[in-house]
Nanobody, 127 residues
Framework: QVQLVESGGGSVQAGGSLRLACAASGYTASTYWMGWFRQAPGKEREGVAAIYTRDGSTYYADSVNGRFTISQDNAKNALYLQINNLKPEDTAIYYC????????????????????WGRGTQVTVSS
């Protein structure tokens, strides 16, 4: 079992920045991938970024590339998402997820490839 706890969400104005964090605990040794997903009201959950934990390779959804940066701190079992130039359409609940699969689909990211999820952190962007 893996436990994931997100933090760092909040309410910001358009153009601002946030850094989301995810603390992982439990059986993390078998984690190959970690990712960030988001879900806006009335919309499906979508993957925005993922990282292959073994070598740090990163993948981004086209809609966020250039504004979002995913990173990890293996010593702390932590995952981060830096979000710059926030837009009102970024408003959503952001979820951290981990996968014990060696290979996943990255374009687009699939929720079914990730077996462990946090409860999410709310990001609200006002114009």
């Amino acid at each position: 079992q893996v436990q994931l706890v997100e933090s760092g969400g909040g309410s910001v104005q358009a153009g601002g920045s946030l850094r989301l964090a995810c603390a992982a605990s439990g059986y993390t040794a078998s984690t190959y991938w970690m990712g960030w997903f988001r879900q806006a009201p009335g919309k499906e959950r979508e993957g925005v970024a993922a990282i292959y934990t073994r070598d740090g390779s990163t993948y981004y959804a086209d809609s966020v590339n250039g504004r979002f940066t995913i990173s990890q701190d293996n010593a702390k079992n932590a995952l981060y998402l830096q979000i710059n130039n926030l837009k009102p359409e970024d408003t959503a609940i952001y979820y951290c997820a981990s996968s014990h699969r060696f290979s996943i689909r990255t374009q687009p990211l699939k929720t079914s490839d990730f077996g462990y999820w946090g409860r999410g952190t709310q990001v609200t962007v006002s114009s």
